[in-house]
């Protein structure tokens, strides 16, 4: 096996990695979970937490 058919086949099962990764983030049934995780910091309450003991 030469090495260069070793990088070719490395190369090709990093864009395929890539290309996956990419259909996923970018798909339909990811997109509600990851907009409600970027909505997260703006609904998060700025309020203190009450401390323990005190009434």
């Known amino acids: 096996m030469d ?3 070793f990088r070719q086949i ?3 099962a990093g864009l395929v990695c890539f290309v ?3 259909l996923w983030a970018y798909g ?3 997109a509600g979970r ?3 995780a ?3 910091p703006i ?3 700025d309020l ?3 401390q323990a003991g005190s009434k």
């Open 10 to 12: 490395i190369t090709v």
């Open 43 to 45: 609904n998060d309450d």
């Open 3 to 5: 090495i260069n058919l």
């Open 48 to 50: 203190p937490h009450e």
């Open 38 to 40: 970027a909505m997260q």
């Open 28 to 30: 339909r049934p990811a």
């Open 20 to 22: 996956a990764i990419a």
């Open 34 to 36: 990851f907009d409600e």
